[in-house]
């Protein structure tokens, strides 16, 4: 349900980050991780300077997926983004 709310978000205001990030949090967490990497990639079209808030889950979908090099590149840009966040320290 909450999925739902979080995508009628979006529809009405494409560039709300956080719905972006929260919807890319319950897809990883019921383990759609193709659906993680889809909304990632359509926060950062809206989000190109790449301070979407989704390189975390979107790291964390990769590396699930078995796209270590590819998840690691985006933990780092969390990071950049975000050094000060712990959840972007947390080794899977």
Not at 11 to 38: G, R
């Amino acid at each position: 349900m909450a999925n739902e709310h979080l995508k009628i978000c979006i529809q009405i205001d494409p560039c709300h980050k956080f719905a972006y990030n929260n919807l890319a949090f319950i897809y990883n967490m019921h383990q759609y991780y193709s659906e993680a990497i889809k909304v990632c990639n359509k926060a950062k079209l809206h989000h190109p300077e790449g301070d979407h808030g989704c390189n975390r889950h979107w790291a964390f979908a990769l590396f699930k997926n078995g796209e270590t090099a590819k998840a690691i590149k985006k933990i780092k840009k969390a990071i950049m983004f975000e050094p000060d966040d712990a959840d972007n320290w947390i080794v899977w």
